[in-house]
């Protein structure tokens, strides 16, 4: 019984909790790996010999190496992780191993394995013209899930035949299980000759995956492409990459003119669904491609489908900026997309005759194209629709534009205005022919000038549609309207707190927006509402440092003072008061108090009576009879008894009064 409670303890750290290993370029495999000075020395040693919940950090140096998983994380216990050690790059380089074992060679392979990391890495220099040999940076395939490539570099991966090469490739060849759960982020793709193939792809049973804030330039293909129907899984309803989203990508410098496969034929797309279905791909920016984006099947009778192309910046592009249909009448056809609110700028760069800013090819059907700016170079042409198939697709609200004569083709059809379009056509009622007013579209800087003619005139066709959020990231709609474009004008949020700058009247001051409640006197427009006053709350015309009640526009300086009701209207300090007292039945009014030059006396009736002034010391100051006003003016400020006496009955009154303010 001891030596099992023993084994079992022993067992433990093993079994029940996660290790981390690291490798070195200087380390053995003989070692135990668990420290940096008692490293591993090859990163396959450490792929072997992990569990799930386990980390392998690598160290800074070159491994020449093809790194292959043969384990897998779980759910419970966590992902097998292969990562950079601190801040170090580590390269694994490829140089000299493309006679690897297999047909799909890579310099790091996931094939049916689950729940891995990996980041941090450079790849690089996996070249061949073994026509046998199909090299990729990263390789996934079979039925793998929850797998995460995060944050490396991929270049020089290169195939000199005419065959094919990947930067990155998710291949899902499994008909009993896909591949899902894929995460690809802020990775650089980059210096690669792929001969026929592309530089990041999702191909076959593929699903539920994100491909977000990547890089891809400088390659000789297609930058990010999403398959279906090439025969990559054998089932063929799976046989397509499918409900994803493509964020955030910037792919530029994609051109297949140099690359042999292509004969000099520019054709490779900056983003590029070849027969997938539901996917997101949006607020990408994409220039200098032969061309942007492009929804189509090569396969014939095939469809790609649903696919949502909104907030994205498409720029500069050779020869179109974005592309739908199949490019033959031999290929399948694009159903149900939706092309909403994109910029689109300067493309067909090559003028070489069918380029244009939107090219819609063979059997295109029930698609949406709106809210979109189209804005060609001097004579470009902003539609090429140069074929009559398809139907029910629905143009409308976009804005076009160019500086030279104005070529749109609709079912074959040519026509040299905007207008001649629309009446041809009945498509576009409520687009335009404008200049949208970029910022400043030949720096790349396709956002709208604060007069754009774009600003609050797109259709609002949800949040579904349209998503939340535009090309910046920031709010797709201010108030209740949309901009056209890719950009809403006035949408950042600076300070962050919950209202566009278009909304808010200080964008640098969370404290300050329309939510919060005015604050009166302090100089600040809090809840950035013009009609709740921050001073002269009253709206009497007088400020609160000259009006004593600032909430009462009846009581101001220039207001009626009214007597004896115990409130000062003229601001003057104090209030007019009449005093009325009853004596020997008649009623005695005596005014104002405080006096300052007269004190008036007024009697509802005849009466024989006297009137003294005194000190509040007694002293008697001035005195007479039947006077009914007495002249105060010499008399020196201050507070006195007024006595007024009925001369017949003896009766008297005594009020006190102030002379003087």
């Known amino acids: 019984m001891k030596r099992f409670i023993i084994i079992v303890a022993f067992f433990l750290p093993y079994?029940?909790?996660?290790?981390?290993?690291?490798?070195?370029?200087?380390?053995?495999?003989?070692?135990?790996?668990?420290?940096t000075s008692d490293a591993w020395l090859t990163i396959q040693h450490a792929v072997n010999?992990?569990?799930?919940?386990?980390?392998?950090?690598?160290?800074?140096?070159?491994?020449?190496?093809?790194?292959?998983?043969?384990?897998?994380?779980?759910?419970?216990?966590g992902n097998i992780v292969l990562k950079n050690y601190a801040s170090d790059q580590p390269i694994i380089d490829g140089t000299g191993l493309d006679s690897s074992p297999g047909f799909e060679i890579g310099i790091i392979k996931i094939e049916n394995q689950n729940y891995i990391e990996i980041s941090g890495f450079e790849l690089r220099n996996l070249i061949t013209s073994n026509t046998s040999k199909f090299p990729s940076?990263?390789?996934?395939?079979?039925?793998?899930?929850?797998?995460?490539?995060?944050?490396?570099?991929?270049?020089?991966?290169?195939?000199?035949?005419?065959?094919?090469?990947?930067?990155?490739?998710?291949?899902?060849?499994?008909?009993?299980?896909?591949?899902?759960?894929?995460?690809?982020?802020?990775?650089?793709?980059?210096?690669c000759i792929l001969a026929n193939s592309e530089s990041l792809v999702l191909n076959g049973n593929v699903k539920d995956f994100e491909?977000?804030?990547?890089?891809?330039?400088?390659?000789?293909?297609?930058?990010?492409?999403?398959?279906?129907?090439?025969?990559?899984?054998?089932?063929p309803l799976l046989d397509q990459a499918r409900d994803g989203v493509c964020i955030g990508n910037l792919v530029y410098e994609i051109d297949s003119r140099n690359n042999p496969s292509y004969e000099g034929e520019a054709s490779a797309d900056g983003i590029y669904v070849d027969g997938g279905k539901n996917i997101l791909i949006e607020q990408n920016e994409i220039h200098n491609a032969n061309i942007g984006i492009?929804?189509?099947?090569?396969?014939?009778?095939?469809?790609?489908?649903?696919?949502?192309?909104?907030?994205?910046?498409?720029?500069?592009?050779?020869?179109?900026?974005?592309?739908?249909?199949?490019?033959?009448d031999m290929r399948g056809e694009t159903r149900g997309c939706r092309i909403v609110n994109n910029t689109f700028y300067g493309n067909d760069t090559d003028d070489i005759g069918w380029g244009s800013e939107l090219l819609m090819q063979y059997y295109c059907y029930d698609n949406l194209v709106k809210n979109n700016v189209f804005h060609a170079k001097n004579n470009g042409v902003l539609i090429a629709y140069w074929n009559n198939t398809g139907s029910n697709n629905d143009f409308d609200n976009n804005m076009y534009y160019n500086t030279g004569s104005v070529e749109f083709s609709w079912a074959d059809n040519y026509y040299s205005s905007f207008a001649s379009l629309q009446t041809a056509t009945g498509q576009e009622a409520?687009?335009?022919?404008?200049?949208?007013?970029?910022?400043?579209?030949?720096?790349?800087?396709?956002?709208?000038?604060?007069?754009?003619?774009?600003?609050?005139?797109?259709?609002?066709?949800?949040?579904?549609?349209?998503?939340t959020q535009d090309f910046d990231g920031n709010f797709?709609?201010?108030?209740?309207?949309?901009?056209?474009?890719?950009?809403?004008?006035?949408?950042?949020?600076?300070?962050?707190?919950?209202?566009?700058?278009?909304?808010?009247?200080?964008?640098?001051?969370?404290?300050?927006?329309?939510?919060?409640?005015?604050?009166?006197?302090?100089?600040?427009?809090?809840?950035?509402?013009?009609?709740?006053?921050?001073?002269?709350?009253?709206?009497?015309?007088?400020?609160?440092?000259?009006?004593?009640?600032?909430?009462?526009?009846?009581?101001?300086?220039?207001?009626?003072?009214i007597a004896n009701n115990g409130i000062d209207e003229d601001c003057d300090g104090m209030d007019l008061t009449t005093s009325i007292y009853e004596l020997?039945?008649?009623?005695?009014?005596?005014?104002?108090?405080?006096?300052?030059?007269?004190?008036?006396?007024?009697?509802?009736?005849?009466?024989?009576?006297?009137?003294?002034?005194?000190?509040?010391?007694?002293?008697?100051?001035?005195?007479?009879?039947?006077?009914?006003?007495?002249?105060?003016?010499?008399?020196?400020?201050?507070?006195?008894?007024?006595?007024?006496?009925?001369?017949?009955?003896?009766?008297?009154?005594?009020?006190?009064?102030?002379?003087?303010?």
Not at 61 to 74: A, H, I, K, R, W
Not at 152 to 175: P, Q, R
Not at 218 to 225: Q, R, T, Y
Not at 295 to 308: N, P
Request: aromatic share 8%; with cysteine; net charge negative.
């Open 294 to 328: 492009e929804l189509a099947s090569e396969r014939s009778g095939k469809t790609t489908s649903e696919i949502s192309v909104r907030n994205n910046f498409v720029y500069n592009c050779h020869i179109v900026g974005i592309a739908i249909g199949g490019y033959d």
């Open 476 to 561: 797709r709609i201010v108030g209740n309207d949309i901009d056209i474009g890719a950009n809403e004008w006035g949408a950042e949020d600076i300070d962050q707190d919950g209202f566009p700058l278009a909304e808010d009247c200080d964008d640098n001051n969370p404290n300050i927006n329309p939510n919060q409640t005015e604050e009166p006197y302090n100089g600040i427009d809090d809840d950035c509402d013009s009609t709740t006053f921050d001073d002269d709350l009253d709206q009497d015309g007088f400020l609160l440092a000259d009006d004593c009640d600032d909430n009462n526009s009846d009581i101001n300086p220039e207001a009626e003072e």
């Open 15 to 35: 079994c029940l909790f996660s290790a981390t290993y690291y490798v070195s370029t200087s380390g053995s495999n003989s070692n135990s790996g668990l420290n």
């Open 137 to 191: 940076g990263i390789w996934i395939l079979g039925d793998a899930h929850d797998i995460n490539i995060n944050n490396n570099k991929i270049h020089d991966i290169v195939h000199n035949a005419d065959e094919g090469a990947h930067g990155l490739a998710v291949y899902g060849t499994n008909s009993t299980g896909a591949i899902y759960n894929i995460s690809i982020t802020e990775n650089e793709i980059y210096d």
């Open 49 to 77: 010999n992990v569990n799930a919940g386990d980390e392998i950090q690598v160290l800074a140096g070159v491994y020449n190496e093809l790194v292959e998983f043969q384990n897998s994380g779980n759910s419970s216990q």
């Open 584 to 661: 020997s039945n008649y009623k005695i009014r005596i005014f104002p108090n405080p006096a300052i030059d007269l004190i008036n006396i007024e009697i509802n009736g005849k009466i024989n009576f006297q009137t003294s002034l005194f000190d509040m010391n007694g002293k008697l100051i001035t005195t007479s009879n039947n006077m009914k006003s007495i002249k105060i003016n010499s008399i020196t400020q201050g507070t006195y008894l007024l006595e007024i006496k009925d001369l017949k009955t003896s009766q008297t009154v005594v009020k006190k009064i102030i002379l003087g303010n």
């Open 430 to 467: 409520s687009g335009s022919f404008q200049s949208p007013l970029f910022v400043d579209p030949n720096d790349g800087n396709l956002r709208l000038s604060s007069n754009s003619p774009c600003i609050d005139e797109g259709i609002n066709l949800g949040a579904s549609a349209v998503g």
């Open 211 to 235: 491909v977000n804030y990547n890089i891809v330039h400088h390659n000789n293909n297609i930058g990010i492409d999403f398959i279906g129907h090439e025969g990559t899984c054998p089932d």
